[in-house]
């Protein structure tokens, strides 16, 4: 079991109906109504500067609405352990629980999220690649865009693996024209998600020799990081910063940044970042 920060939807709407006011006009200027709903149903907290805008709407302070919530879903809690790399013990909760059904589409396809990714950085590549095409070959109408999105970023992962660029790139397109429909100002999708997202896309172009397009997505993880006050992610940010530099031919820069980030992996020692500087000393 775990305890999460949440909305507490009931006291967001009940004083909205206090002030016969409907989710569209709440949002208004603000956000979209669906995320209002999001809100008051599933208590998914959105932007804090939209919150905090919603809330001024309400003459609520944040503290007024917030609510602590024990969950006993092993689906939120593994996606917790995900989120924090630990990916033997995710490996480990997944045995311990059966696949949702088809009828639970959105469960399902979260289960095998966590399957593909936590398989894929345990290098159980044949696993991982197994998931993504469950997630990938759901009918279009129950299927969840960011799960959809992620599926296809890992597949391309694997493609690059294999070598295959082209097939990796093919997968990548999908994963740009789902984030340019959904920005990361949207609440239903998590920061670390967003940042997978964008660093695979930069070391992908820099694979291909696209460093400009590397810079672009490179620029949006940082400016995620920046925007949340957060240095999740950084160190592996700041690696893929290095290999632009190379690609650059700015090898002082390069070595200014990798010696950053050595010393900044004594402080947070992340499993991926470790991986990338392990291969940078093969």
């Not at 007024?64 to 924090?84: A, C, E, F, G, K």
């Not at 740009?176 to 997202?197: Q, V």
């Not at 999740?232 to 690609?247: R, S």
Request: glycine fraction near 4%; hydrophobic fraction near 40%.
């Amino acid at each position: 079991m775990d305890i999460l920060l949440i909305i507490n939807g009931d006291v967001f709407k009940t004083r909205r109906n206090d002030l016969n006011m409907t989710q569209a006009e709440l949002a208004d200027g603000l956000t979209c109504q669906a995320t209002i709903s999001n809100l008051e149903i599933n208590g998914v907290l959105p932007n804090f500067d939209i919150l905090e805008g919603l809330t001024r709407r309400l003459s609520l302070t944040v503290v007024d609405i917030l609510t602590t919530r024990l969950v006993t879903n092993p689906l939120i809690l593994l996606q917790h352990q995900l989120d924090d790399e630990c990916y033997g013990k995710v490996q480990t909760g997944l045995k311990k629980i059966s696949r949702p059904s088809q009828d639970n589409f959105f469960e399902r396809q979260q289960y095998d999220y966590l399957c593909a990714s936590s398989s894929f950085h345990d290098g159980l590549i044949e696993d991982a690649n197994f998931h993504c095409d469950q997630m990938i070959n759901v009918p279009e109408k129950q299927r969840v865009w960011f799960h959809y999105a992620l599926a296809n970023t890992i597949k391309a992962e694997i493609w690059q693996q294999k070598d295959d660029l082209f097939k990796a790139g093919v997968c990548f397109d999908s994963v740009i024209d789902i984030i340019k429909k959904h920005p990361y100002t949207e609440p239903s999708f998590s920061m670390t998600s967003y940042i997978r997202i964008y660093q695979a896309l930069a070391e992908h172009f820099l694979l291909v020799g696209n460093v400009d397009e590397a810079i672009c997505h490179l620029n949006k993880a940082f400016g995620i990081l920046k925007q949340k006050n957060s240095i999740w992610h950084f160190g592996e940010l700041m690696m893929i910063q290095a290999q632009v530099y190379y690609e650059n031919k700015m090898y002082g820069a390069q070595e200014k940044m990798i010696s950053a980030v050595q010393e900044l992996y004594k402080i947070l020692k992340s499993p991926q970042l470790a991986r990338m500087l392990d291969k940078l000393e093969a």
